[in-house]
């Protein structure tokens, strides 16, 4: 039997697709550069596109660029003068613009507004704020009262000591016998209750005593703090007489009136106004100036519209029909070789007959019956 034909290869439908995209990128590159040609002004100016960076140079006139550069420059100049003359060169004020300022007229003399305030106080000569540690104060206190009671019971207690001594030798008491002892211990029993007595009456009165000290030094320092603001109240009321007096004086001299006042500020309002007014319009026509330099400035169009249109190619559709066309010749070819033995055999059974011709069409179709002779017409 004939073997049937080799099947194509199918199509890479990814680089047909790049392929396609590739064509397609390149039509619009084209078209691009159509529309980015250079282009010329009537006074020389030109406009010239660079592929290679695809930028677009645009070159004055010799002629409009003179006048351009003679209006810009003016523009500047204008600028720069105006800047000294309102704002001192440098740029404008952070406050706002200068150049307006309004004085008032007439006076004389140094004025004593604002000097000689007092704006602080001098606390260096007061009583000193209590230093010491309050428990040490106390205890200081206490030492002292009772030391104190004890200055006044030494020499009594010494002087009983002496006349109980006396009075009991002169009853022929001495030391060791039982009325002596307890003469002497009632001595004792009684000195030693005054003590204690102090003792107690110093620990009760420390505190109240260190307290009242601690008090006295504040009031103290207090009693000089009011003084010295007293003081210093009384010296800026003096000061603010001072400065009204002076400018009383000085409306009296410089004749102003309510009415003066007025019609002052209303000149001052017209003044600022005028000044105002005059600035604007210096500014407006300078930035005027400086637009109307860019007439001078040639026009030209970067896109004159499409010049070209193509049609990208269709790569993907293209080798689909190619392998739709191989893979149908493909079938034919197998359909031919496989068909054509069997008709060979056929006619080859036919023209035989018998036996042998019955050998023969089973050798080429594999047994059973011979084909129809196409050429026999029939057999009596």
Same mark, same amino acid.
């Given at each position: 039997?004939?073997?049937?034909?080799?099947? !194509?290869? $199918?199509? &890479?439908?990814?680089?047909?697709? &790049?392929?396609?995209?590739?064509?397609?990128?390149?039509?619009?590159?084209?078209?691009?550069?159509?529309? @980015?040609?250079?282009?010329?002004?009537?006074?020389? #100016?030109?406009?010239?596109?660079?592929?290679?960076?695809?930028?677009?140079?645009?070159?004055? =006139?010799?002629? !409009? /660029?003179?006048?351009?550069?003679?209006?810009?420059?003016?523009?500047?100049?204008?600028?720069?003068?105006?800047?000294?003359?309102?704002?001192?060169?440098?740029?404008?004020?952070? +406050? +706002?613009?200068?150049?307006? #300022?309004?004085?008032? !007229?007439? =006076?004389?003399?140094? #004025? $004593?507004?604002?000097?000689?305030?007092?704006?602080?106080?001098?606390?260096?000569?007061?009583?000193?704020?209590?230093?010491?540690?309050?428990?040490?104060? @106390?205890?200081?206190? /206490?030492?002292?009262?009772?030391?104190?009671?004890?200055?006044?019971?030494?020499?009594?207690?010494?002087?009983?000591?002496?006349?109980?001594?006396?009075?009991?030798?002169?009853?022929?008491?001495?030391? +060791?016998?039982?009325?002596?002892?307890?003469?002497?211990?009632?001595?004792?029993?009684?000195?030693?209750?005054?003590?204690?007595?102090?003792?107690?009456?110093?620990?009760?009165?420390? +505190?109240?005593?260190?307290?009242?000290?601690?008090?006295?030094?504040?009031?103290?320092?207090?009693?000089?703090?009011?003084?010295?603001?007293?003081?210093?109240?009384?010296?800026?009321?003096?000061?603010?007489?001072?400065?009204?007096?002076?400018?009383?004086?000085?409306?009296? &001299?410089?004749?102003?009136?309510?009415?003066?006042?007025? %019609?002052?500020?209303?000149?001052?309002?017209?003044?600022?106004?005028?000044?105002? @007014?005059?600035?604007?319009?210096?500014?407006?026509?300078?930035?005027? #100036?400086?637009?109307?330099?860019?007439?001078?400035?040639?026009?030209?169009?970067?896109?004159?519209?499409?010049?070209?249109?193509?049609?990208? $190619? &269709?790569?993907?559709?293209?080798?689909?029909?190619?392998?739709?066309?191989?893979?149908?010749?493909?079938?034919?070819?197998?359909?031919?070789?496989?068909?054509?033995?069997?008709?060979?055999?056929?006619?080859?059974?036919?023209?035989?007959?018998? $036996?042998?011709?019955?050998?023969?069409?089973? %050798?080429?179709?594999?047994?059973?019956?011979? !084909?129809?002779?196409?050429?026999?017409?029939? @057999?009596?």
């Amino acid at each position: 039997m004939g073997k049937g034909a080799k099947a !194509p290869k $199918p199509p &890479d439908m990814t680089a047909a697709a &790049d392929k396609t995209a590739a064509a397609a990128k390149a039509g619009a590159y084209d078209v691009m550069g159509q529309n @980015r040609y250079t282009q010329v002004g009537p006074e020389g #100016s030109r406009n010239v596109w660079d592929a290679a960076t695809n930028t677009n140079t645009t070159t004055m =006139g010799a002629q !409009p /660029q003179a006048a351009y550069d003679a209006m810009m420059g003016a523009t500047t100049g204008n600028m720069g003068a105006f800047q000294s003359k309102y704002w001192g060169g440098g740029g404008a004020p952070a +406050g +706002g613009g200068g150049g307006i #300022s309004i004085n008032v !007229p007439g =006076g004389g003399g140094e #004025s $004593p507004l604002g000097k000689g305030i007092q704006k602080n106080l001098d606390y260096s000569n007061l009583t000193a704020m209590p230093t010491t540690d309050p428990a040490q104060a @106390r205890q200081q206190a /206490q030492d002292a009262l009772y030391g104190r009671s004890a200055g006044y019971l030494d020499p009594q207690w010494q002087e009983s000591q002496r006349s109980t001594e006396a009075q009991l030798a002169n009853q022929g008491l001495t030391p +060791g016998t039982p009325a002596y002892d307890r003469a002497y211990a009632n001595l004792q029993r009684a000195k030693e209750a005054a003590y204690t007595g102090a003792r107690q009456d110093a620990i009760a009165g420390g +505190g109240a005593e260190a307290e009242r000290a601690q008090n006295m030094a504040l009031q103290l320092r207090n009693q000089g703090v009011t003084e010295a603001g007293n003081l210093g109240m009384f010296h800026n009321a003096a000061q603010g007489q001072g400065a009204d007096q002076y400018l009383r004086k000085y409306a009296s &001299d410089a004749g102003v009136t309510q009415a003066g006042i007025a %019609a002052g500020a209303s000149m001052s309002n017209n003044a600022a106004d005028n000044a105002l @007014r005059e600035r604007t319009q210096a500014f407006n026509e300078i930035m005027q #100036s400086g637009q109307a330099a860019n007439q001078f400035l040639p026009q030209f169009r970067t896109e004159q519209g499409n010049l070209g249109n193509y049609a990208s $190619p &269709d790569y993907v559709g293209a080798e689909s029909a190619n392998y739709a066309n191989a893979m149908a010749k493909s079938n034919a070819d197998t359909a031919r070789k496989q068909f054509l033995p069997k008709l060979i055999g056929g006619i080859a059974g036919t023209a035989l007959g018998g $036996p042998m011709g019955a050998a023969a069409g089973s %050798a080429l179709f594999g047994g059973g019956a011979p !084909p129809i002779n196409p050429f026999q017409f029939g @057999r009596g």
